[in-house]
Nanobody, 126 residues
Framework: QVQLVESGGGLVQDGGSLRLSCAAS????????MGWFRQAPGKEREFVAG??????????ADSVKGRFSILRIDAADQITVYLQMERLRPEDTAVYYC?????????????????WGQGTQVTVSS
């Protein structure tokens, strides 16, 4: 089993910045990709960013390219992933989830990820 714990959400003004953190522990040897998703009220959960093991490749949703960046640090007993969010917009408001996948490659759909964090709220005020 893999446990994911997120932190760093909050309220920020339009154009502001936030950094989300996620710590993965447990059976992390099986993990390949780490990703961030978000879900706004009444909408489907959507992919935001993902990075493969050892940071060999990363992917971003078109809506966040150039504004968000994902950083991953692999240690012996923990994987730490950050989502640095710049120039935030009201439409970025959502619950953000960290996710871990045992599948090869960086998936961009929720079904590709087997482990999920509890979510952290990000609210961008206009």
């Amino acid at each position: 089993q893999v446990q994911l714990v997120e932190s760093g959400g909050g309220l920020v003004q339009d154009g502001g910045s936030l950094r989300l953190s996620c710590a993965a522990s447990g059976s992390i040897f099986s993990i390949n990709a780490m990703g961030w998703f978000r879900q706004a009220p009444g909408k489907e959960r959507e992919f935001v960013a993902g990075r493969s093991r050892y940071g060999r490749s990363d992917f971003y949703a078109d809506s966040v390219k150039g504004r968000f960046s994902i950083l991953r640090i692999d240690a012996a007993d923990q994987i730490t992933v950050y989502l640095q969010m710049e120039r935030l917009r009201p439409e970025d408001t959502a619950v953000y989830y960290c996710a871990a996948s045992e599948i090869e490659g960086v998936g961009t759909v929720p079904l590709a990820y087997q482990y999920w964090g509890q979510g952290t709220q990000v609210t961008v005020s206009s």
